[in-house]
């Protein structure tokens, strides 16, 4: 009994001994298992995420590219400058103050007509985009510099001088017909009082189709006409109009004026079309001037001398400016060439002159001969006055310098530019006596413009300003003298009111992006941008109208050529929206992207890491250097990159020349209130804000996982380039000669924008929810997993110490347990007497 007591409780120990050894073994493999669990839940969460990405970043189906290129809206800013000076400025009394007003507006954007190319590798579409005002646009009026007459400019060989002799032809077909104008106003104010000298009953007669030779005899004759338009009027009829107290009569100026007068050219009443025959007859014509011999005599005596004026006007008034409401019509200044510069001439010369010069091939003729001919003044004068065309005219070797001055300053300027474009105001009539030529007594209105509103200055609304406005030079230049469009869409181009619209008129906008299929981190990268691979020239960049910039304006203002660049550019490669994804890894990368604004790739360097809606991503700003810095090191020694002359930067550093906005106006672009540009050329005007790198910085913040532009600001801003070379009027003068800080041009402020873009509050939410949470849930898992393994790992070592510690057998009894195993084991062994047992057992003080 002793015997299978004993070997129980032997097998009990071993029982209890082996379990205790490999607890800590259990422990140990666990805490394993929940390290390597924990070592693996974030890269599988990273893996899922990428997959994700991928499927969202790669436009591979209808819903990703719909949701990525439609219905896309974004913040925009304008701050448009307002000169309030112009007139101090204008007479050189200070220079150009300007003030700043800013205005809301809503970008939207629709792609539309998708289309698959190169096995999905790239998507082509057609963009429609618009900008729609948020505030009010158009309740202010702000004085600005006119695009239209810049372009104008350009047009003509890109100075005034070239403009004046280009519309000089045009100027005196103006005099011309401001002549025939005024002769016409005079016959139907003398009409009624010439008909009621006519004997009424020899009248009465021929008018109403008898035969009668005293009505031609007197100057009265109404010429039937074959075949006639309508039977001529009855005997009663024509009583009626030469009775005084008719309700029909023309021979009371009241009666006349409210029948006849508006209607006269056209009404088809045979009363009306004696009237005429009368109104244009040489016997009327004498009856205004004596002894004139028709009404061309009329006109060749008015602009040789003054004639009809003296005869109608009386009282010394020798020049057509002195009728009145001629300054309503923008004649301020004498047209007539005797009026102003003292020359006369006999009718049949005066006609001549205006004959010949009003025709634009003999004027440019007569301009070619004494200004680009490269003779002497002299010689010019001799070839010009040997010539029988030229010599009908009067011109002479004592009037040359006066029909030169007349034709290609006085007439162009004074008369046309200062009158009948601009709209200058003169105070008082009298000082046309006393200055015929304008030269001390016109004046502007208040803000520096015309009642014309066109020139130079032009006051307008910012929505005109942004979007376009017709201006008076289309109403008053001929087509047919222009190489551009009589239109003018503003800063921003053309506007389509709708996708339907601009589908309907298919201007040539077709883009082509990357889809990402294949190559991801070329994803949305342009292939084809406005329907162009390949930028050489102006006219490969197509307007949104579809038209493109002309490269005769271009080189006529002084470009070597129509290159937009000194090279090709290719589009190829260029990022739009977003770059390739998956950059977490390379933190300092620079980056560059595709600016339409700017017409170039523009580089950006690693600014900064920020947080925008709780989402983490990288701060680009511009490199400065790189695309700022002029290429005119004798300009700026310190701030010079002669690489820089690939994109002509020949102006003064961070004021980079963009050739021209529609229409043809020379244009820069600086960033905005021309922040960093050199204080000598910011002192050129007065009253622009500082500029501030936090409120007029362009940045673009980027999402590193996806590539994703989450928040950014294009601030950049348009001035003007008003060279004083192109410039050359008197008019102007002053801008350039009484600034010391203008050497060569003036570069005038327009606006700046603040094109912003951030990511909306419901896309932040879901880039969190199915981005950063599953992160952070991995990120929390692997460390609850990682904790709970070394706990574990921690408990299998305190439990294995413990054991050995409290459990730790000594070497008799390791000697027993083996013994007594022995004993079990092998069932043929006879037992020892217990004494024996004792006795072998040894004292212990365990």
Sequence with gaps: LAKKKDTTNSMTEVALTSSKRRLPWALGGLGLVFLAAGAVVIPLTEEAIRQ?????????????????????????FVHIFNAT???????????????????????????????????????????????????????????????????????????????FIGLSGLAVASV????????????????????????????????????????????????????????????????????????????????????????????????????????????????VVPNATGWTYVKGAQFGSGALTEATL??????????????ELGLVVAPELFASYGVELDPETASTFLRVYSNDTENVRFATILFLSGLSLVDA??????????????????????????????????????????????????TLETDPRGETSLRLRPDGTGQFNSGLFTRRSPRELVFGYHDRIFDIVPENLASIPFAYYGLFGLQYASVEEQREA?????????????????????TKWRNATVLSDRRSILGKDGGSFSCDTWEQQGYESCNVWLGDFTMTDMPVTQLGPFKEGNVKNNIKIWSTEMMRAVPFEYDDDVTVRGIK?????????????????????????????????????????????????????????????????????????????????????????????????LRLQYCFDLDRNQLTSAVWTQLFESNPNVRDVLYWPLLWFDDTDKINKGPARSFRRNISLPRLLAFVFTIILLFVGLCFLVAAFVVDKWRRTNFAPTALEDKKDHDDDAAVDDDSKVAEPPHLAVEMVAPTTA
């Design 52 to 76: 994700g990405v991928k499927a969202v970043v790669v436009l591979s189906d209808k819903s990703e590219y719909k949701a990525q290129l439609t219905d896309i809206q974004s913040d925009y």
């Design 85 to 163: 000076n112009v007139n101090a400025a204008l007479a050189g009394s200070a220079k150009i103050h300007f003030e700043m007003l800013s205005y809301e507006m809503e970008y939207r954007e629709e792609n539309f007509d998708f289309d698959w190319h190169r096995n999905k590798e790239t998507l082509e579409y057609k963009s429609w985009w618009t900008y729609v005002p948020v505030d009010d646009m158009d309740s202010d009026q702000i004085v600005q510099v006119n695009a239209v007459y810049l372009a104008a400019l350009a047009d003509f060989g890109n100075s005034e001088e070239a403009l």
């Design 176 to 287: 011309d017909a401001t002549l025939d104008a005024y002769i016409y106003q005079v016959q139907l104010a003398l009409l009624p009082t010439y008909l009621s000298t006519a004997p009424v009953d020899a009248v009465t007669l021929d008018w109403s189709g008898g035969t009668t030779d005293d009505a031609a005899a007197l100057g009265f004759e109404c010429a039937s006409t074959s075949p006639s338009p309508s039977p001529p009027p009855s005997a009663e009829e024509v009583r009626q109009a030469f009775n005084a107290s008719s309700p029909t009569s023309v021979v009371t100026q009241a009666t006349f004026n409210a029948v006849w007068r508006d209607d006269l050219l056209t009404s088809t009443e045979p009363i009306a079309e004696c009237l005429r025959q009368v109104l244009f007859s040489s016997s009327f014509a004498s009856f």
């Design 314 to 327: 009386g009282g010394g008034a020798a020049t057509v400016a002195a009728a009145p409401g001629s300054f």
């Design 381 to 430: 004068a001799a070839q010009i006055i040997s010539d029988p065309v030229f010599a009908s005219t009067g011109v002479s070797f004592l009037n040359i310098v006066q029909y030169a001055t007349y034709l290609y300053s006085y007439i162009p300027e004074s008369y046309f530019l200062k009158g009948l474009v601009i709209g200058y105001l003169r105070d008082d009539p009298a």
């Design 506 to 526: 298919d201007p040539p906008l077709i883009y082509e992006v990357k889809t990402g299929k294949g190559r991801i981190q070329k994803v949305r990268e342009y």
């Design 617 to 713: 991503g990288r701060k680009y700003k511009v490199k400065e250097e790189d695309v700022a810095f002029t290429a005119n090191c004798s300009l700026e020694p310190l701030r010079c990159d002669p690489s820089n002359a690939f994109y002509r930067a020949w102006n003064p550093s961070y004021i980079l020349p963009m050739a021209t906005v529609q229409g043809g106006a020379r244009i820069s672009m600086s960033f905005p209130s021309f922040g960093k540009v050199d204080e000598f050329y910011r002192r050129q005007t007065t009253g622009l804000p500082p500029f501030k790198q936090s409120s007029m910085g362009t940045f673009v913040v980027v999402e590193p996982l996806t590539g994703f532009f989450i928040h950014g600001h």
